[in-house]
C-alpha cells in the first residue's frame, strides 16, 4: 500500500468516528443547533439538490453583498492617467471609502473611541461574496481565461480596475536581463515548458509544472459537493498566485470557526519570497515549503482533514515536488524599481520632490519603517493592529467583524502591483491604504503628506 492510500484510509477512519461522535452529539442536544468544527460528509445530498439550494439563495445573497460594498465604497472606475503597474495596467486611485457626516481631515483628529461611538470607521473588516458559503472566488477576468473556474452559485464582488495584471510580469533573480518573461501571457499547462524550457534547470521545471498542475480542492473536485457544473480536477496555485504575483482572488481563511468568524483571505503576492520568512496573511508559517504543504493538505479544504480525505487531498512528497516548487518559488523577483538604489533608498538625482518627502515621512513621522525598513521594507515578522478600537463587533452579512489578529508584514517592493490591499484586501487602492494607517497609528497626517506618501509608495 502506497504513502497516499495509507494516509487517506487513516483519515476516512478517522472522520467516519468524528462524523459519528456529531451525530450522537446532535441527538443529545436539546436546543438549537450543535456548533461543529468539521463540515457535514456523509453523501446524504446530491449534486442537484446541492446546486438547487445554493442557486435559490444566489441572488439574494448578491444583492446584499452588493448593497454593503456600495454603502462602503465608491465602486465608480476611477485611475491614474499615466502611473500603471508593472504590466501596463493604470494604477486605480482613491481614496475609494465613503464617510458618513465627516471629513478625513476631522476623522484624522477623533480619537478610537469616538470613532467607534459614533460609527463612522470607514475600514471595517470586508466580508467574503457568501460569507456562510465560503471557498475560492476568482475575478471575471481571470474566468474568461480559465472558465474551469467559474462557479455557479457566486460571482465575484470587486470591480476589474481595483484589481492586478490579468497577466503580471514575471521577474527571475537568476536571469534579470530577461525582464517580463511573461511578455503579458498567463502560465498555465499549456505554455510553461514552451516558456520556461532553457531558462530553468529541471528542478525549478519540474516545481513550475506543479504550481501549474490541478489538484482537487473543496469547491473544485470530483463529488457531488462541489460548486462547478462539472465533476472539477481542481484548482492550481497559479490560478490564485497568477504568474507567481496574484490576481485579486479571495477566500476564507481555514483555520478559524465557527464560520462567521472566519477572515476574508486575499491573494498575497509570491514575488520576493526568498527574502521572507513568514509565509501566510496570519498564519506565521516559517517556511516556503511549510506553506506550500499547508496549503495542500487543509488550506484547500477549509482546514478540514476530513473534507480532504473525501475530495481527494494531493499529498505532496517533501523531499523532492515540494522541495521542487519552493526552488521556483525562490526566483521569482520583485519588479524593478528605476529610482532605488542599492540599499533600497530613493536616488536622489532621479525621485521626484514629492517622492522624495514622502520617503522622509515613511522613515519618520508615519513611522512605516517600524515595520517596513528597506530594502525590501519588511521587518519579517508578525503585528496587531488592534483596529477593533474602532468599529463595533457586530455582523455584516453573515461575517462577525470582530478582531483581526497578528497580521503578517509584507513587503512593499512593487507594493502598486497588488491591489486591494490589507490581508482582506478592504484598502482598494494605496490613498485608502495611507488613510487606513494614518486612523489606525492616529498620525493626524496633512493632505499633502498624504500625497506624498502614496507617491513614493509607487516608486517602490
Given amino acids: 500500500m502506497n504513502r497516499q492510500k495509507k494516509y487517506s484510509f487513516a483519515l476516512v477512519a478517522i472522520c467516519i468516528m468524528l462524523v459519528a461522535g456529531a451525530a450522537t452529539a446532535v441527538v443529545s442536544a436539546q436546543q438549537g443547533k450543535v456548533v461543529s468544527s468539521y463540515g457535514p460528509t ?63 481631515e476631522q476623522l484624522g483628529k477623533m480619537t478610537p473611541e469616538q470613532i467607534k461611538g459614533k460609527g463612522v470607521f470607514p475600514y471595517k473588516p470586508l466580508p467574503f461574496a457568501d460569507h456562510a458559503e465560503g471557498g475560492m472566488l476568482f475575478p471575471e477576468m481571470i474566468t474568461k481565461t480559465l472558465p474551469r473556474l467559474v462557479r455557479f452559485d457566486l460571482d465575484f464582488d470587486l470591480p476589474e480596475h481595483i484589481l492586478p495584471d490579468t497577466a503580471p510580469g514575471i521577474y527571475l533573480t537568476t536571469r534579470p536581463d530577461l525582464g517580463d518573461i511573461a511578455k503579458g501571457r498567463l502560465i498555465t499547462i499549456d505554455n510553461y515548458y514552451e516558456i520556461f524550457n532553457g531558462i530553468l534547470n529541471p528542478k525549478q521545471l519540474e516545481g513550475l509544472r506543479l504550481l501549474v498542475t490541478q489538484f482537487p480542492q473543496q469547491q473544485f473536485n470530483a463529488t457531488e459537493d462541489r460548486r462547478t457544473d462539472r465533476p472539477s480536477l481542481g484548482v492550481t496555485c497559479f490560478d490564485c498566485h497568477a504568474n507567481g504575483h496574484t490576481n485579486g482572488a479571495n477566500h476564507l481563511v481555514g483555520d478559524i470557526r465557527p464560520q462567521e468568524f472566519r477572515h476574508r483571505i486575499e491573494t498575497p503576492t509570491l514575488r520576493g519570497v526568498n527574502i521572507q520568512q513568514l509565509f501566510g496573511s496570519q498564519r506565521a508559517l516559517k517556511t516556503v515549503e511549510d506553506f506550500t504543504e499547508f496549503e495542500q493538505r487543509a488550506a484547500y479544504f477549509d482546514g478540514d482533514i476530513c473534507m480532504a480525505a473525501k475530495k481527494g487531498v494531493n499529498i505532496l512528497e517533501r523531499g523532492s515536488q515540494v522541495h521542487f516548487m519552493a526552488e521556483f518559488l525562490a526566483i521569482l523577483d520583485f519588479p524593478p524599481a528605476s529610482k532605488l538604489n542599492i540599499y533600497g533608498k530613493l536616488d536622489r538625482s532621479l525621485a521626484s520632490p514629492d517622492e522624495l518627502r514622502g520617503e522622509t515621512l515613511f522613515n519618520g513621522k508615519a513611522q512605516c519603517s517600524a515595520c517596513h525598513p528597506s530594502p525590501y521594507y519588511t521587518d519579517n515578522t508578525m503585528h496587531n493592529l488592534r483596529a477593533e478600537r474602532f468599529y463595533k463587533q457586530e455582523v455584516a452579512n453573515g461575517m462577525m467583524m470582530a478582531h483581526d489578529g497578528p497580521i503578517k508584514t509584507f513587503p512593499l517592493r512593487g507594493i502598486k502591483d497588488s491591489p486591494p490591499y490589507l490581508h482582506d484586501g478592504r484598502c482598494f487602492t494605496l490613498e485608502d491604504t495611507v488613510e487606513y494607517f494614518n486612523l489606525v497609528q492616529q498620525l493626524q497626517l496633512t493632505a499633502k503628506e498624504k500625497q506624498d506618501l502614496v507617491a513614493f509608495l509607487m516608486s517602490l
Avoid at 448593497?67 to 465608491?74: G, V
Wanted: glycine residues 6%.
Fill in 42 to 104: 456523509n453523501q446524504d445530498v446530491t449534486f442537484d439538490q446541492i446546486k438547487s439550494a445554493r442557486m435559490a439563495v444566489k441572488a439574494e445573497r448578491a444583492k446584499q453583498h452588493a448593497e454593503l460594498l456600495n454603502s462602503r465604497y465608491d465602486l465608480s472606475k476611477k485611475v491614474h492617467t499615466e502611473a500603471v503597474m508593472s504590466g501596463g495596467k493604470h494604477l486605480p486611485v482613491g481614496p475609494t471609502a465613503k464617510l458618513k457626516g465627516v471629513t478625513w
